[in-house]
């Protein structure tokens, strides 16, 4: 007699993944169309309005220097996106500024023998480094070796939930705001709740047309419902110059090992969760993604994090919430991406569209991130569903989901009194709980597959 659920779980292995795209991925679209969901993508990047803001007052900088850092930040997402639409990886993927990079500039750049020059010249050194480690060569490359453990739902489906975890702090937080913002917490979290409503009820209610528009639906109604209650001001917008023009280490320029190693280990994370969401984007196009293939979407993110130091932005990722929206909208055209990168850096050369951008209020953006997030965290869950569940699967997962969660809960003093490496492993989920995952499985799964398939071909001669 079957077990329960054995016909679900066959029936996904033999279909993990239906068909989530409408739109496949090399299908174009109308102009229209094409703007309309690329500047869904743009504002799907939340910290792209979130980062350059809260590192330039960190710093004290002025007004034209946090303009510099969002058009920086742009212009590198708007590259990298590009090169991944249709020239590395061709897959829709739009890279969107990194937390784990924001958080190493942060404390690098506050230290005393550091400062922004420092950590952004230790940055570089720690880029080029990447940069060879990820360069295909005849179709391979050092990292992505990375990518055969991928492939293994158990390590690709904790891999995306850690991310989520990972970023998380700036989605729900950001909807609620702090005591000082204007906003909080009422006016922030009803604006934001009109914009989730407005998502979900495109995505479920809407059409094919409606779902498309979907999120910047939503955007739209939470900013309406923000101003009836706190007006927006354009005066930022009209006194932004226009045009910035890159510069090469605007903020100095020095090197110093150790910061070299803090930011290469803060590199390596991003390209293993680029990797796992390069997985889950490829599988519901139902295409294959083979490791020459993933080595040169690697190489690609390397190659923005070497742009992104000399100008003075943010290594990237490929960002959680944008996948969310190619599951929201059913759309997976790369060439949707490819808008996307282009109006980024469009928009990054000019700051006036830069400040308008900004205009958006945050707890709304990040509402809508909270939803995005959820939804990737959620095929994350549906992924594990492809795992036949075992005393070691469970060990491995289990203690590794843990030990990425629990290291966002130390407090300050003790994570202060640590060494700065070991702060940043803990501080980051899909270093410690993807490194712990990626060592478990291997010591204590790595035979499992072929017992699994040799007993389920005694099973299947047991039947005939």
């Not at 390069?278 to 020459?292: H, I």
């Not at 996948?323 to 990054?348: D, E, K, P, W, Y």
């Amino acid at each position: 007699m079957p077990k329960p659920g054995a016909s679900n779980r066959e029936a996904i292995a033999e279909n993990p993944t239906a068909r989530v795209f409408d739109v496949g991925i090399n299908e174009r679209l109308p102009l229209p169309q094409l703007a309309v969901l690329a500047l869904q993508n743009v504002f799907g990047m939340t910290g792209m309005f979130v980062f350059p803001g809260l590192l330039g007052r960190a710093f004290h900088l002025t007004d034209p220097q946090i303009a510099y850092l969002y058009g920086m930040t742009f212009m590198t997402c708007g590259i990298v996106t590009i090169l991944q639409s249709v020239l590395l990886l061709r897959l829709p993927v739009a890279q969107g500024p990194y937390a784990g990079s924001f958080g190493a500039l942060l404390t690098v750049g506050h230290l005393q023998s550091g400062g922004l020059g420092t950590a952004f010249g230790s940055f570089f050194v720690a880029s080029l480094i990447w940069c060879v480690l990820t360069a295909p060569i005849r179709g391979r490359s050092v990292a992505g070796m990375f990518a055969r453990h991928l492939r293994v739902p158990l390590i690709s489906g904790m891999i995306v939930m850690l991310i989520v975890v990972q970023i998380a702090s700036v989605a729900l937080p950001s909807w609620i705001g702090g005591p000082g913002n204007p906003g909080f917490p009422v006016v922030n979290l009803l604006s934001g709740a009109v914009a989730v409503a407005g998502i979900v009820f495109a995505m479920l209610w809407g059409g094919r047309r409606l779902r498309r528009v979907a999120i910047l639906l939503g955007l739209a109604l939470g900013t309406l419902a923000y101003t009836l209650f706190q007006p927006v001001s354009f005066a930022a917008v009209a006194a932004a110059p226009l045009i910035v023009e890159p510069r090469i280490f605007p903020f100095g320029f020095g090197v110093r090992p150790d910061l070299v190693a803090v930011f290469l280990l803060v590199l390596i994370p991003a390209g293993m969760g680029s990797m796992a969401l390069y997985q889950t984007v490829a599988e519901w196009g139902d295409e294959t993604l083979s490791p020459g293939r993933m080595s040169e979407g690697l190489f690609g993110v390397a190659l923005g994090s070497v742009v992104a130091a000399v100008w003075g932005g943010f290594s990237t990722i490929a960002y959680p919430d944008n996948i969310g929206i190619l599951r929201a909208t059913r759309v997976g055209s790369r060439f949707v991406t490819l808008a996307a990168g282009i109006l980024l850096i469009v928009l990054g050369g000019c700051v006036k569209f830069d400040m308008l951008l900004v205009v958006v209020p945050i707890p709304v953006i990040s509402a809508a991130a909270t939803l995005l997030f959820g939804i990737v965290f959620m095929h994350g869950v549906h992924i594990l569903a492809q795992v036949e569940w075992d005393d070691r699967r469970l060990i491995a997962s289990g203690l590794a989901f843990v030990v990425g969660l629990g290291g966002l809960f130390i407090s300050p003093d003790v994570i202060h009194a640590m060494p700065l490496m070991l702060q940043l492993v803990l501080q980051q989920p899909v270093i410690s709980g993807g490194l712990t995952l990626v060592v478990l499985h291997s010591l204590l799964c790595y035979k499992q597959p072929s017992s699994t398939s040799s007993t389920a071909r005694s099973r299947a001669q047991n039947q005939a």
